[in-house]
């Protein structure tokens, strides 16, 4: 495959129950208090196929995807970019795609993990309504905050006398700036493996992230 296919979950709906039923005919099911389960040699977790209503999960979609992604499109190497939270999710998938034969010995498939943004309760980042925090929100927040904080200095400055007070536009592309350079910042200067806090509040006071946006003020 050379080109870009981009499709949804919903695409692989139709293929997981005819694969099942193949993953019976073969006797690669195992039976567990009614479920449907695959167990993979050195795990005591299994993936669960089919639940005991009859109904599927996760595991029986991702199982989908592969018959597609490294069978009929047949992709040299699957790359999946999902949180470390997933690891032993996808440690199981893959090892049981080798088992099943959807993964051919030639082919690769990898997690890349990566830490998430944690709130300073060392929760998952979440708003007040334990929504999840949409990046919109983020970068708005962070644009009030700056704008906030560079009108104010701009202030003390007049208060003082002081000369060179930046005009609407600067003040406007300084804003921008200095929240969007905090942002990647703090998100680019931990290690991707890591989970990390973030905070508004600590990122203003950092030192560090001063001192790399100082010139832009």
């Not at 039976?31 to 109904?55: A, H």
């Not at 970019?81 to 996808?90: E, I, K």
């Not at 003040?171 to 200067?189: E, T």
Request: hydrophobic content about 35%; glycine content about 10%; charged content about 30%.
């Amino acid at each position: 495959m050379t080109q870009y296919i981009f499709v949804g979950e919903s695409y692989y709906n139709s293929r997981m129950k005819g694969m099942v039923k193949k993953l019976e005919e073969d006797g690669i099911l195992t039976d567990g208090d009614g479920c449907k389960l695959i167990f993979v040699e050195g795990q005591e977790v299994p993936l669960m196929v089919v639940k005991s209503d009859g109904g599927f999960t996760y595991d029986t979609s991702d199982l989908a995807t592969m018959t597609v992604r490294m069978g009929e499109w047949n992709a040299d190497w699957g790359i999946y970019v999902v949180d470390n939270g997933q690891s032993l999710h996808f440690e199981l998938l893959f090892a049981a795609c080798r088992k099943i034969g959807f993964i051919a010995p030639e082919q690769k498939v990898t997690h890349v993990g990566f830490g998430v943004v944690l709130g300073e309760d060392k929760k998952k980042f979440k708003t007040r309504s334990g929504d999840t925090v949409k990046l919109r929100q983020l970068l708005d927040e962070g644009l009030e905050r700056a704008e906030k904080k560079i009108r104010t200095k701009e202030a003390e400055k007049k208060e003082r006398g002081s000369g060179g007070l930046l005009t609407e536009e600067e003040i406007i592309k300084c804003r921008d700036a200095v929240a969007y350079g905090c942002i990647k910042f703090a998100d680019l200067s931990c290690t991707r493996t890591n989970d990390y806090v973030f905070s508004f509040d600590k990122k203003e006071k950092s030192t560090d992230c001063d001192s790399a946006l100082i010139p832009l003020l």
